[in-house]
Nanobody, 120 residues
Framework: VQLQASGGGLVQPGGSLRLSCVAS????????MGWYRQAPGKERELAAS???????NYADSVKGRFTISRDNAKNTAYLQMNNLTPEDTAVYYC???????????????WGKGTLVTVSS
């Protein structure tokens, strides 16, 4: 099982980006999908997560601006980011927990990061 994140890039303050993370493999189900971010010189932090029952959790700093969603049929998580500020500049990583495949269960899997730069 692998995770592939995409959608990062350079955006002006106040702009929007949509990140995607797709899991590949013989996947039956995925428990929790999440997005973390790591700004330069800072620790990695949770930005948002969503459970199989669509229960969401957001960092206070992104509430009202970011929206996490998932498409279980496509094994994909999305992070819609609106009204971006320079403080949102970071490498964004997707993390899936509890991936059930036909042969095993993967407890914790990280995708390679995608860089989001917010600058004028």
């Amino acid at each position: 099982v692998q995770l592939q994140a995409s959608g990062g890039g350079l955006v002006q303050p106040g702009g929007s980006l949509r990140l995607s993370c797709v899991a590949s493999g013989s996947i039956v189900s995925i428990n929790v999908m999440g997005w973390y971010r790591q700004a330069p010189g800072k620790e990695r932090e949770l930005a948002a997560s969503i459970t199989r029952r669509d229960i969401t959790n957001y960092a206070d700093s992104v509430k009202g601006r970011f929206t996490i969603s998932r498409d279980n049929a496509k094994n994909t998580a999305y992070l819609q980011m609106n009204n971006l500020t320079p403080e949102d500049t970071a490498v964004y990583y997707c993390n899936f927990n509890g991936i059930v495949t036909r042969t095993t269960i993967v407890r914790d899997l990280w995708g390679k990061g995608t860089l989001v730069t917010v600058s004028s």
